[in-house]
T-cell receptor
Framework: AQKITQTQPGMFVQEKEAVTLDCTYD???????LFWYKQPSSGEMIFLIY??????QNATEGRYSLNFQKARKSANLVISASQLGDSAMYFC?????????????FGQGTTLQVKP | DAGVTQSPTHLIKTRGQHVTLRCSPI?????VSWYQQVLGQGPQFIFQ???????GRGNFPDRFSARQFPNYSSELNVNALLLGDSALYLC?????????????FGDGTRLSIL
């Protein structure tokens, strides 16, 4: 069964430092997409970055990069040069292609706190 | 461009009542999905609609129903409300229904059941 695991309930990082948020996934399908979302305390879910299962290179979007290790089924989010505004809950999510249901499977989330 | 808009922002209901939540997708997006997020957990998939047809349904009771209109906006209906239905309800839209298309979320509707 498809599953997303985020093992870090909470993380602290010093402002301007880099931080890695862990995500492992489980699926038997070869076609899938992996997503990271940021959810501030206000509640909105903000799309950060996407990695496709067939993508050869790791995805990058500004200060966000995705460390995709397909054999290990991991898709860790790396945030470089942390800012105070990065303090939020971060969710890893997966979407499979077969079935075409549009269903996103989310992990439990990691709370990130950036210290000044 | 306007993002995904949801209404109302907050709602308080009592057990046994019904509720209708509304969602307008990003212009040009034809796929709308609904999620329930209980405090402290990740969102759980409820429904997906694409081109006005239901394409997916999560593990939720029949008290939950939804529909999509010709303008691609959507409604989520919940009947016979229970205390456990208290949650943040998120609507998401995407251009098409494929794994490579990110879903963009609205700010959600916070539903409280008394």
């Amino acid at each position: 069964a498809q599953k997303i695991t985020q093992t870090q309930p909470g993380m602290f990082v010093q402002e301007k430092e880099a931080v890695t948020l862990d995500c492992t996934y489980d699926t038997s399908d070869p076609s899938y997409g992996l997503f990271w979302y940021k959810q501030p305390s206000s509640g909105e879910m903000i799309f950060l970055i996407y990695q496709g299962s067939y993508d050869q290179q790791n995805a990058t979007e500004g200060r966000y990069s995705l460390n995709f290790q397909k054999a290990r089924k991991s898709a860790n989010l790396v945030i470089s040069a942390s800012q105070l505004g990065d303090s939020a809950m971060y969710f890893c999510a997966m979407r499979e292609w077969p079935g075409n249901t549009g269903k996103l499977i989310f992990g439990q989330g990691t709370t990130l706190q950036v210290k000044p | 461009d306007a993002g995904v808009t949801q209404s109302p922002t907050h709602l308080i209901k009592t057990r046994g009542q019904h509720v209708t939540l509304r969602c307008s997708p990003i212009s040009g997006h034809k796929s709308v999905s609904w999620y329930q997020q209980v405090l402290g957990q990740g969102p759980q998939f409820i429904f997906q609609y694409y081109e006005k047809e239901e394409r997916g349904r999560g593990n939720f009771p029949d008290r939950f129903s939804a529909r999509q209109f010709p303008n691609y906006s959507s409604e989520l209906n919940v009947n016979a409300l229970l205390l456990g239905d208290s949650a943040l309800y998120l609507c998401a839209s995407s251009l098409v229904s494929g794994p490579w298309n990110p879903q963009h979320f609205g700010d959600g509707t916070r539903l409280s059941i008394l």
